[in-house]
């Protein structure tokens, strides 16, 4: 319709235009056949980025003014008070301590130690102490069971830019007395002369010279250099002496990995001064250990090789039956480690393992540590141990941890002491241990829980269970069950007390076919340790100390009973 108006409009002006133009232009004829559609292709974009002034709609004007408005509080805020900057003098570490008490039995105890103000350039001390006891075990025919260690030491340290040089002398005396003959009730023995015990000593000193680096590598350099004298004497005219010469290198790296390698020699010999057709032993072994270190965060990666090359010699070795060892034996072992924590939950749980491979040299100082009362004479082996081992570690509740673990060892040579089931019968098995080295495996077991029950009140208790399979024999003397319960209880500067209960389950000490006379199982027991410190002022304390204050009647070993109730008390200066 619009379009009809618009052309009639047009037509009018163009016959008026004619008109004005004063002469005939004619006739023009017009007809209408439609009205216009218009196509889609007909349309074009007329801009392919639009702004909004292109469009019909018009920006809407907006004013706006924010002011703060003011809300009454009736707070009133405390005054802080001015800060007061004090100069405390910091209490001094105590360089001199010294520990003084007396038992029943005779047992005396004396510990005294001396350590230098710490300076820039050096360090040094020196300690000594002495513990002895004699009777106090029940049931046996020998009443003099007198025991006796005394150590000393001396050690000094200087203190360089990046290093720092060491050197430590320690001196140790053993005394003991083999004691190990019950009164079974048995025919008296018409064999010897019951008198005085057997007496064995141990005279050990020991040299040790490190060099220890203070600053962090960062690049390959040395980490660690030291060099370890051992040599003991002991009342049967055997000698030992044990060297050894560890390195360890680091080179670390900005990228959370670090490689470390430990290098080590040792020499071992062990022979009788005066006996040349006596048991004698001699041994070198070459150690090299890399292994890289990974950290991400809190998870902690260690992957290496543990290379072992040992030549081990025996000479005038005794040959049994079914234990034939050869005088000369060259050992070369490599075996991969691997250590790992991995945190599930940060700080409340994570989980832990490894796999490890382990090579010692058994000398009569490293068992003897282990048990002051063994045969003159004994045999040395070398002991090889692979052990892996999961664990986890958890946060039950604020001062409450737990750590549970299960592991599986493949040992070979494992020292085990041992006992002749009639060494009451025979002069020369009276005075002690034997050590035999088995192979076999083992699976331990271990359930640890922590818990902080007061401010004032610390618990602690631990399960261990192990089972083992022993080749040819058992695994004499070692218990399956071993638990232990801590308590600790502390009242400030006033005083403090502590218990230890154990458990220790039944175990086997010979084969019971072998001899009935006697049992071959030793029984199971608990026993207590009670300590108790009172503290009389800064530099000075008094402390009680009792074991086995249940008066349990067991046995350590074979014949070799445990003291019963000991009390010792005494005095505890520090200046």
Do not use: C
Not at 97 to 110: H, K, Q, V
Not at 185 to 191: F, H, R, S
Not at 489 to 516: C, K, P
Request: aromatic share 14%.
């Amino acid at each position: 319709m619009k379009f009809r108006t618009l052309l009639t409009a047009s037509a009018l002006l163009t016959q008026y235009a004619l008109w004005s133009q004063g002469e005939s232009l004619g006739q023009i004829k017009l007809e209408v056949i439609g009205s216009y559609k218009a196509n889609i292709e007909d349309a074009q974009k007329l801009n392919d980025l639009p702004r909004t002034e292109d469009t019909t709609r018009s920006r809407i004007p907006v004013k706006f003014e924010i002011k703060p408005i003011i809300l009454p509080t009736d707070y009133t805020p405390e005054p802080l008070r001015p800060a007061k900057i004090t100069k405390t003098a910091v209490e001094p570490i105590p360089r001199t301590f010294l520990r003084a008490g007396a038992g029943l039995y005779t047992t005396p105890l004396l510990e005294f130690r001396y350590d230098s103000d710490r300076s820039r350039n050096n360090a040094f001390g020196a300690s000594f102490n002495h513990y002895s006891t004699r009777t106090g075990v029940r049931k046996i025919l020998f009443d003099n069971n007198g025991l006796s260690t005394t150590r000393g030491l001396v050690y000094y340290r200087h203190f360089f830019s990046n290093y720092s040089l060491g050197a430590t002398s320690h001196l140790t005396y053993d005394r003991v007395k083999y004691y190990g003959l019950p009164d079974y009730g048995l025919p008296p023995l018409d064999t010897f002369t019951i008198g005085n015990p057997a007496v064995q000593s141990y005279l050990i000193s020991t040299t040790r010279v490190d060099a220890m680096r203070l600053t962090p590598v960062r690049t390959f350099a040395m980490s660690n250099l030291g060099f370890r004298f051992d040599f003991l004497r002991d009342r049967y005219n055997i000698a030992e002496f044990h060297a050894s010469l560890p390195i360890d290198f680091e080179l670390a790296r900005n990228d959370n990995r670090n490689l470390k390698v430990q290098l080590a020699y040792e020499h071992m010999q062990h022979y009788n001064t005066i006996d040349a057709n006596a048991l004698a032993f001699q041994a070198n072994t070459f150690r090299i250990r890399p292994f890289m270190n990974f950290s991400n965060n809190n998870l902690t990666f260690d992957l290496g090789l543990n290379m072992v090359l040992s030549k081990y010699q025996r000479n005038n070795l005794i040959t049994i039956p079914g234990y034939e060892k050869e005088p000369d034996e060259v050992y070369f072992f490599i075996f991969p480690e691997a250590r790992f924590k991995v945190p599930l939950i940060a700080d409340v749980l994570e989980f832990d393992g490894f796999l490890k491979y382990d090579f010692q040299l058994n000398t009569l100082q490293s068992l003897s540590r282990s048990w002051l009362f063994i045969t003159p004479g004994i045999e040395l082996d070398y002991t090889q141990k692979i052990h892996g081992q999961i664990g986890m570690s958890g946060l039950i509740f604020p001062g409450a941890s737990f750590h549970l673990n299960a592991g599986y060892i493949d040992w070979k040579n494992l020292p085990i002491f041992y006992r002749n089931p009639f060494f009451y019968k025979t002069p020369d098995a009276i005075k002690g241990v034997e050590v035999l080295y088995l192979d076999g495996t083992q699976v331990p077991l271990q359930a640890k829980l922590s818990v902080k029950l007061t401010k004032s009140i610390d618990a602690e208790g631990i399960v261990n269970f192990n089972h083992y399979e022993m080749k040819r024999q058992q695994a004499w003397h070692l218990p399956r069950w071993r638990n232990e319960i801590k308590l600790k209880y502390s009242n400030g500067d006033a005083f403090d007390i502590g218990m230890d209960v154990f458990f220790i389950g039944e175990r086997v000490a010979f084969d019971q076919a072998l001899n009935t006379e006697i049992n071959a199982i030793l029984k199971p027991y608990t026993d207590a340790n009670l300590h108790f410190n009172y503290h009389y002022s800064k530099q000075m304390s008094f402390f009680l100390s009792i074991n086995n204050m249940f008066f349990n009647h067991y046995e350590h070993y074979l014949g070799y009973h445990a003291q019963q109730f000991l009390a010792l008390a005494g005095v505890v200066y520090k200046l």
